[in-house]
């Protein structure tokens, strides 16, 4: 059973619709990230869930129950925000007890979990410490700890690594995960930020004008996005022009691969990495940035400007200026064929 649904979830503001027949159901203990760029509908859908938006229309369910109507307080749940919103008034420990405290648990168990979750955010030697005194980073620790002090049913994160440097960044998202798993709280987690979404999820559903696009793992939405939204809003993709030759085979830089039956003319999106150099004539290498492991080569030709990643041990093959052609290191990229085409 899942462990919170949304059914036929809508939201108007006024003439607006931020969400639009929403659905979404997340298994209990899972990670599920909404993905999307700002306005398509992810931090709406996470206060509806929260429970400081009432929706238009639709239903909203945890553990079969219908929590549609219960207020924020009495839904059970912990948040974290992206500003954080710790007591300045008091120490980290204190901030983590304040839950504890309203829902009058006893002293030693208060005691008891504050040190536990301490110990699991590594924040035992600044207990005593004011938020002011505390770096960013570890403020978002005090956060999460005390949003998961009340055991709640369900765990809501608000791009709550957005106002951070990529270093904590990268750190504190390999936190969040591995204290998920410990906890084992369902959580659904909000971010614009494609990395942390693949790098963090069980699931992630993209999102856009207030709809999920596709629903899948991490792997499904990188390797078979299912429209030209997710292929281009993850991502680096080339598109690439492709012509229906017979059945299911379309040309794509001269190879045939397996694409839609409809259609005559579309798209074909395919990652840099799926992509390869020879020595040819069709294209002109016109730049190459390094990026460590590989280097990022961009070729042109009088049609095309694609971007090629190579191991940077090879890239030193491919000089500015050198004449080269394309070749594709699968058979199957995502084709979305042109609309004007495919009647």
């Given amino acids: 059973m899942s462990d919170i649904s949304l059914i036929g979830v ?3 503001f006024g003439n607006e619709t931020a969400l ?4 979404l159901s997340v298994p209990q203990g899972q990670l599920v990230s909404l993905l999307g760029p700002s306005g398509c509908g992810k931090t709406t859908a996470l206060r509806l869930i929260a429970g400081f938006l009432e929706p238009t229309k639709g239903e909203i369910l945890v553990g079969g129950f219908d929590v549609t109507q219960i207020p924020a307080a009495k839904r059970g749940f912990g948040m ?3 500003s954080y919103s710790l007591f300045p008034h008091l120490t980290a420990e204190e901030n983590i007890q304040f839950g504890l405290k309203l829902k009058r648990v006893g002293r030693s168990s208060v005691v008891k979990r504050t040190q536990e979750l301490l110990e699991l955010t590594a924040m035992t030697e600044h207990r005593k410490k004011y938020p002011h005194q505390l770096s960013g980073g570890q403020q978002q620790r005090i956060a999460l700890a005390r949003a998961l002090a009340t055991e709640p049913k369900l765990l809501l994160l608000d791009e709550p690594l957005s106002a951070l440097d990529a270093a904590v960044r990268d750190q504190l998202r390999t936190e969040i995960r591995n204290l998920q798993k410990i906890s084992g709280v369902t959580t659904i987690f909000v971010t614009h930020d494609q990395q942390e979404a693949l790098s963090i999820s069980d699931q992630v559903a993209v999102m856009s004008n207030g ?15 299912q429209s030209a939204f997710v292929a281009e809003f993850v991502g680096t993709n080339n ?4 012509q229906k030759k017979t059945g299911t085979l379309w040309s794509v830089l001269n190879h045939l691969v397996i694409g839609p039956k409809a259609g005559k003319t579309g798209t074909a999106y395919l990652r840099p990495e799926e992509l390869s150099l020879v020595k040819g004539d069709t294209f002109t290498v016109t730049s190459k940035t390094y990026q460590g492991s590989f ?8 049609t095309e400007t694609l971007q090629i990643d190579l191991n940077s041990n090879q890239s030193g093959k491919f000089a500015i200026g050198a004449k080269v052609d394309v070749k594709l290191n699968r058979n199957d990229p995502l084709i979305v064929t042109e609309e004007r085409n495919s009647k």
Avoid at 239 to 242: E, F, G, H, K, L
């Fill in 295 to 302: 280097t990022r080569v961009q070729v042109a030709s009088s």
């Fill in 20 to 23: 639009n027949d929403f659905s």
């Fill in 10 to 12: 809508t939201k108007n």
């Fill in 80 to 82: 974290v925000f992206q």
């Fill in 211 to 225: 709809r999920i696009e596709q629903l899948g793992t991490p792997e499904e939405i990188y390797t078979k996005p």
């Fill in 239 to 242: 598109r690439i022009s492709a």
